[in-house]
């Protein structure tokens, strides 16, 4: 069965002080791993997708990396607008509608 | 634009009551799905709708019913709620499997 654990379950951050998140997953054969963002009380909005180890994408101070068994979500001089929980997704091998997300990671930047 | 809707944002029901929850998305994607988040884990898919036409079971069906109603709607049905039922409600939306999907504003539905 598809496993993501993301981890910290939450992180506090000063307003410049960088940080990564990171997402574990066991997955045969990945087809495609996905980053969201989700405010309170909203529902998650599309980030990056990742499809093969060493790609990397970029927006604004978000930076997304992928190795054979997790991703990293890098946070760079964050400010408190990118306080969010960042969630991360795998898509089933075997099906091209199933994906299996982790709890997520609560990012919190105080100014 | 609005991208996906749903309605209601909240919902109280009593035990053994029934409601349909209604989402549309006005983007002309192919495909539909419904999660429950519930707090400490992860979105998990109840239904989904690749196309108009068919619908397919998630990893939590059991307590539930969908429609596929047109291109746009695709609906959730609770015929007899249960407390294990109280959850926020996403549906999202997806142009070619499942890949950028997005998402409405949620249904908090609570059991009781």
């Known amino acids: 069965e598809d496993q993501v654990t993301q981890s910290p379950e939450a992180l506090r951050l000063q307003e410049g002080e960088s940080s990564s998140l990171n997402c574990s997953y066991t997955v045969s054969g990945l087809r495609g791993l996905f980053w969201y963002r989700q405010d309170p009380g909203k529902g998650p909005e599309f980030l990056f997708t990742l499809y093969s180890a060493g790609e990397e994408k970029e927006k604004e101070r978000l930076k997304a990396t992928l190795t054979k068994k997790e991703s990293f979500l890098h946070i760079t001089a964050p400010k408190p607008e990118d306080s969010a929980t960042y969630l991360c997704?795998?898509?089933?091998?075997?099906?091209?509608?199933?994906?299996?997300f982790g709890a997520g990671t609560t990012v919190t930047v105080r100014a | 634009n609005a991208g996906v809707t749903q309605t209601p944002k909240f919902q109280v029901l009593k035990t053994g009551q029934s409601m349909t929850l209604q989402c549309a998305q006005d983007?002309?994607?192919?495909?539909m799905y419904w999660y429950r988040q519930d707090p400490g884990m992860g979105l998990r898919l109840i239904y989904y709708?690749?196309?108009?036409?068919?619908?397919d079971k998630g990893e939590v069906p059991n307590g539930y019913n969908v429609s596929r109603l047109n291109k746009r709607e695709f609906s959730l049905r609770l015929e007899s709620a249960a407390p294990s039922q109280t959850s926020v409600y996403f549906c999202?939306?997806?142009?070619?499997?499942?890949?950028?999907?997005?998402f409405g504003p949620g249904t908090r539905l609570t059991v009781t």
């Open positions: 709708s690749a196309s108009e036409g068919t619908t």
């Open positions: 983007m002309n994607h192919n495909s």
């Open positions: 997704a795998v898509q089933a091998p075997r099906n091209d509608y199933k994906l299996s």
């Open positions: 999202a939306s997806s142009g070619q499997g499942a890949r950028e999907q997005y």
